[in-house]
């Protein structure tokens, strides 16, 4: 960010000037389908069916395969034009803006050949048409058009306006100083091989003879390549982005026309962990972590081309849209560089878990199966009971008279404990309902301070996702769908008898709430109306909604003896929503196995082997031409292999139901545990932001109270208690998907 831009986003902070955004609902006026390749949304001039160019068309079918029509960025975009028999191929004519670009389009190949393929560029910022006709005489011949929209490479396109400010890291990340006040920076690329002698990734100097401990892999296709990767680094949308494939120097490198050696022809999109505000660029993930990164082992070495940027990695910035959006804009520079890929799986641990599950909602056709690791459903829902819930119980817990055991107070919050602390003690001092500390690279004086202040930069997860939640206008902060009104923690606990009536009434008498800047005081947390509504409607709760025809493979290193929040409940959870949207969850398998996260003691064998089954189980949906929607093809072909299954100590794998209700081996050998929400009574979905409230009554409560007890317990709750059995306030699906932002 240049010293101007700087003084002018200060200025308007000074002036109140707080141009925060509106949302709306992209209505498409015409029709959406996705390709048979499973790659992106694609569009069709004609009423025929898109994607089938061999079809008897009346009209030309007009595809853009690299992205939306309406999403074009960096003023060029991928074509395919399906040609009626009736119109001799070399008659075909294209015009961009009224500019002939006949010349730039192909036959696609064998497999349809009355398609055409082409990169149309030069595109203008805005509106573009493409306009597509026969030449020759005589009336009737067909024509058809297409509105392309381009947006610049340095985006936004549906996120809303830039965030500021943003600080470049284009130096950090390798690339130069930043050439423009996007950080954008020239693109490189460089090679690097896999040793024999000890596993790393070593530079590859294409000049050189091939180095002596040059590995070879043998890919998904069997076929065995020098295991060299071509890495390809450049800026997309202000991010660092990176893709890696397989690739010997000096051999064609696959494009749009053309397969080439090495690649599987499928794509792994990988997104990083961590939760934290943006406000700046971020740096690549280093090849030796497996958090978000590109040069990961057990991706490369199947064959797969692996892309991401630094703004799919939550730690960078926890924004699911302006990943979403990230996302799109890399695969089709990926798309037309190389070609569209058969699918594309995405694949992240913890933070990059909530990303995969809220994309592939929000987003439908970026991402055609998910491998979510150490898994949350999403930010939202994730943030509610670990940091909000376990922050007032635990200062609850000091702050009374009663005297809690460590079983007492694991029993009130769900989670486990490792025998020493309890987790949501570990967990509930993260800062992520606050709005500092930002991060370091911040300047402090555009941070925000209460009193020093007030108009500064706030990076609580809500203002990093302030179009997601709407703006206060009374004080410009975003608005919070932060909400424990009628919450009685620890009801299962006192239900259950391993609490005391005591205990349970002065711990919800003490457990308070948090003010706007994540302060704990005495009062429940009340939510914004606007914040609730806007959580649902925009897709910031994962609801499972269209996911039935998405494969999902989660896995899980079990760290629930560890005092981590990475517990295995969360699959459960995923897996209620699941079946609550959709009436059942075939499609969502859960494996799990000794703790680690993805590099746990088995991973040698486990992360490869779900990228295994989950390519096996696309390929197969792929080549499926018989009858039934996606979803029932998704289920005929799922492998046997996609089965729930844990493995033990030693590598032995159990194939059986996964269970949250602790039955079978696998839930003894791994029992699931919950949160505070969970413990409080709120069904295993768990996606309830506000419950609705009743009144205080007997029936509730497994022992019967007497009337001075009952008598407290509505003081504590004047509101009334959680009535879980009732939808949240404003709980719904997401009001549609590819969601606008302005």
């Not at 899980?556 to 409940?569: K, V």
């Not at 003691?601 to 390519?615: G, Q």
């Amino acid at each position: 960010m240049s010293k101007q831009a700087t003084k002018n986003f200060v200025a308007r902070l000074i002036s109140g000037d707080r141009r925060f955004l509106r949302l709306s609902l992209w209505k498409p006026a015409i029709s959406i389908a996705l390709l048979v390749t499973g790659g992106p949304v694609a569009f069709s001039a004609s009423d025929e069916v898109p994607g089938r160019p061999n079809a008897d068309l009346s009209t030309f079918a007009i595809e853009t395969l690299s992205t939306r029509p309406e999403n074009v960025t960096g003023g060029d975009v991928l074509v395919q034009i399906g040609v009626p028999r009736t119109v001799p191929m070399h008659q075909v004519r294209v015009s961009i803006n009224g500019r002939d670009v006949t010349g730039q389009f192909k036959r696609s190949g064998t497999t349809q050949p009355r398609a055409l393929i082409g990169l149309i560029d030069e595109l203008e910022i805005g509106e573009n048409t493409l306009e597509v006709r026969a030449n020759g005489r005589g009336h009737g011949r067909p024509t058809a058009t297409q509105r392309l929209t381009n947006h610049p490479t340095t985006g936004p396109v549906f996120s809303g306006p830039h965030q500021e400010p943003f600080i470049c890291q284009t130096e950090a990340s390798g690339l130069g100083p930043a050439l423009d006040e996007n950080c954008s920076a020239n693109t490189k690329v460089e090679y690097l091989y896999r040793s024999s002698e000890n596993n790393q990734f070593k530079p590859f100097d294409p000049a050189l003879p091939s180095p002596a401990d040059l590995a070879t892999t043998t890919i998904t296709t069997g076929e065995t390549v020098n295991y060299i990767v071509r890495l390809e680094s450049g800026t997309i949308n202000r991010a660092v982005y990176q893709i890696a494939l397989l690739h010997e120097p000096g051999t064609p490198l696959p494009n749009p026309w053309r397969r080439t050696s090495g690649w599987n022809n499928r794509l792994a999109y990988t997104f990083g962990g961590g939760c934290a505000a943006g406000y700046r660029q971020g740096s690549p993930t280093p090849a030796a972590d497996p958090s978000g990164g590109v040069m990961i082992h057990e991706v490369l070495s199947l064959g797969f081309a692996a892309a991401s940027s630094t703004l799919n990695m939550f730690r960078n910035d926890c924004n699911d849209i302006r990943s979403a959006e990230t996302l799109m804009m890399v695969k089709e520079h990926f798309i037309e560089a190389f070609g569209v890929p058969d699918f594309t799986i995405g694949w992240g641990c913890s933070g990059g878990s909530m990303q995969v599950h809220l994309i592939a909602q929000n987003y439908p056709g970026m991402l055609d199966g998910i491998i979510p690791g150490c898994s949350f459903s999403d930010v939202t829902t994730a943030v509610l009971p670990v940091i909000a819930d376990c922050e007032v119980i635990s200062r609850a817990f000091v702050q009374g008279t009663q005297q809690w055991s460590l079983i007492e107070r694991s029993a009130v919050t769900g989670f486990a404990n490792d025998g020493t602390r309890e987790t949501c003690a570990t967990w509930s001092q993260v800062p992520w309902i606050r709005p500092t500390p930002c991060p370091s690279i911040l300047p402090t004086f555009l941070v925000y301070h209460p009193i020093s202040n007030p108009t500064g930069v706030r990076c609580s997860i809500y203002d990093n996702t302030v179009t997601g939640f709407g703006v206060d206008s009374q004080t410009g902060f975003a608005q919070r769908p932060l909400d424990n009104v009628g919450v009685q923690y620890g009801l299962r606990a006192f239900n259950g008898g391993i609490i005391s009536f005591e205990k349970f009434a002065e711990l919800n008498a003490l457990a308070g709430g948090h003010d706007a800047d994540g302060n704990i005081v005495p009062a429940r947390t009340e939510a914004s109306e606007t914040a609730l509504r806007q959580a649902y409607e925009t897709g910031r709760i994962f609801t499972g909604a269209g996911l039935e025809a998405i494969p999902v493979i989660d896995i899980r290193g079990y760290l629930d003896d560890r005092a981590d929040i990475h517990d295995r409940g969360k699959s459960f959870v995923s897996r209620a929503r699941l079946i609550k949207a959709n009436g059942h969850a075939d499609n969502h398998v859960i494996w799990v196995a000794p703790g680690g996260g993805p590099r746990h003691p088995a991973s040698s064998f486990y992360v490869p082997e779900a990228l295994r089954v989950m390519d096996e189980w696309l390929t197969a949906v792929m080549r499926d031409n018989g009858p039934g929607t996606q979803e029932v093809k998704v289920l005929r072909n799922k492998p046997a292999a996609a089965a729930d299954s844990c493995w033990t100590a030693d590598g032995t794998r159990i194939v059986e139901p996964a269970m949250f209700d602790g039955t079978g081996l696998c839930s003894q050998l791994y029992p699931s545990y919950g949160d505070p929400r969970l413990a409080a009574g709120v069904p295993l979905s768990n996606a309830v932001l506000k419950c609705q409230t009743k009144p205080v009554t007997p029936g509730d409560y497994a022992i019967e109270l007497t009337d001075a007890q009952l008598q407290r317990l509505r003081s504590i709750f004047p509101d009334g208690v959680c009535d879980w059995d009732q939808p949240g306030v404003h709980e719904q699906d997401p009001a549609g998907t590819w969601l606008r932002y302005y």
